[in-house]
């Protein structure tokens, strides 16, 4: 199977090679390395490696956690290949080049280039800011969001925390999901993606040069398809089936409407 490990390090000569090594003798395969921060000394590094699936993943988080100044900051399964450059434009490059379906171009993507289990587009109410949240790390002033699309890893129901679409962040669910939350900029709609703990693993949260990236596609995405992000937010989420939006997001509601206005 394919495994994420992000691991925090001294970032000195010879401790890279360390973690490598280590990586090696457990039985994991290196096929990507990505720096995320290099800041006081100290290095955050995600290293996507194939693991043999009947090996015990507790042997290789041992090994590396033996290494002096190495931290194993989380470890979950990989969906899909690891990225290469380019992969941010190509999509926004597919976007722009069928922008009735941009949204779901869109959020279908996003988790292979973030490492995230699954990904939702999702309206925040309007009253957003008159509320005060509730529970278990919920944000005053929030409001639940309705799904507006969902990707086809999310799962059924899909229950959404409460957030206020304000700036782009990273935070903590409820049992082991780590979340990133990124507005368009538009009647309150939202791109979340999320991170699950599972199958005796446990994710990493969001960094924040994740966050970053996530924040930079959404506000492209959000410029390229402009009004039609207003027709999911006025129509309201409408549902396939498999929870999919449904026309709403193509614009071919708004159309149909005033065909029969028209008639």
């Given at each position: 199977?394919?495994?994420?490990v992000r691991?925090?390090?001294p970032?000195?000569?010879?401790t890279?090679?360390?973690?490598?090594?280590?990586?090696?003798?457990?039985?994991?395969?290196?096929?990507?390395?990505?720096?995320?921060?290099?800041?006081?000394?100290?290095a955050?590094?995600?290293?996507?490696?194939?693991?043999?699936?009947?090996?015990?993943?507790?042997?290789?988080s041992?090994?590396l956690?033996?290494?002096?100044?190495?931290?194993v900051?989380?470890?979950?399964?990989?969906?899909?290949?690891?990225?290469?450059?380019?992969?941010?434009?190509?999509?926004?490059?597919?976007?722009?080049?069928?922008?009735?379906?941009g949204?779901?171009?869109?959020?279908?993507?996003?988790?292979?280039?973030?490492?995230a289990?699954w990904?939702?587009?999702a309206?925040?109410?309007?009253?957003?800011?008159?509320?005060?949240g509730s529970?278990?790390?919920?944000?005053?002033g929030?409001?639940?969001?309705?799904?507006a699309?969902?990707?086809?890893?999310?799962?059924?129901?899909?229950?959404l925390?409460?957030?206020?679409?304000?700036?782009a962040?990273?935070?903590d669910g409820?049992?082991?999901?780590?979340?990133?939350?990124a507005?368009?900029?538009?009647a309150?709609l939202v791109l979340m993606?999320?991170?699950v703990?599972?199958?005796?693993l446990?994710?990493?949260g969001?960094?924040?040069?994740?966050?970053?990236?996530?924040?930079q596609?959404?506000r492209?995405a959000?410029?390229?398809?402009?009004?039609?992000l207003?027709?999911?937010s006025a129509?309201?989420?409408?549902?396939?089936?498999?929870?999919?939006?449904?026309?709403v997001?193509?614009?071919?509601?708004?159309?149909?409407a005033?065909?029969?206005?028209?008639?």
């Open positions: 199977m394919l495994l994420r691991v925090t390090l970032d000195r000569p010879g890279l090679g360390q973690v490598a090594r280590t990586l090696g003798v457990a039985g994991a395969d290196i096929v990507q390395v990505v720096v995320l921060e290099r800041l006081g000394g100290r955050v590094d995600d290293f996507t490696v194939v693991w043999p699936g009947a090996a015990r993943v507790d042997r290789l041992a090994g956690a033996a290494i002096p100044g190495v931290r900051n989380g470890m979950w399964r990989a969906i899909g290949a690891p990225t290469g450059g380019g992969q941010d434009a190509e999509l926004l490059a597919q976007i722009a080049a069928n922008p009735g379906d949204l779901g171009t869109l959020v279908d993507a996003v988790p292979g280039l973030l490492a289990d990904a939702a587009a309206v925040v109410p309007a009253d957003w800011a008159a509320r005060s529970g278990a790390g919920a944000l005053r929030g409001g639940s969001p309705a799904v699309y969902a990707s086809w890893r999310s799962p059924k129901p899909l229950v925390p409460e957030v206020t679409p304000l700036r962040r990273a935070l409820p049992a082991g999901t780590h979340y990133a939350v507005p368009f900029g538009r309150g993606l999320a991170r703990d599972g199958d005796g446990s994710a990493a969001f960094h924040v040069t994740e966050v970053d990236r996530i924040a596609l959404v492209a959000a410029t390229i398809l402009g009004d039609r207003d027709l999911v129509a309201g989420p409408a549902f396939e089936p498999d929870g999919a939006l449904a026309a997001v193509t614009g071919t509601t708004a159309a149909a005033g065909s029969a206005t028209a008639g």
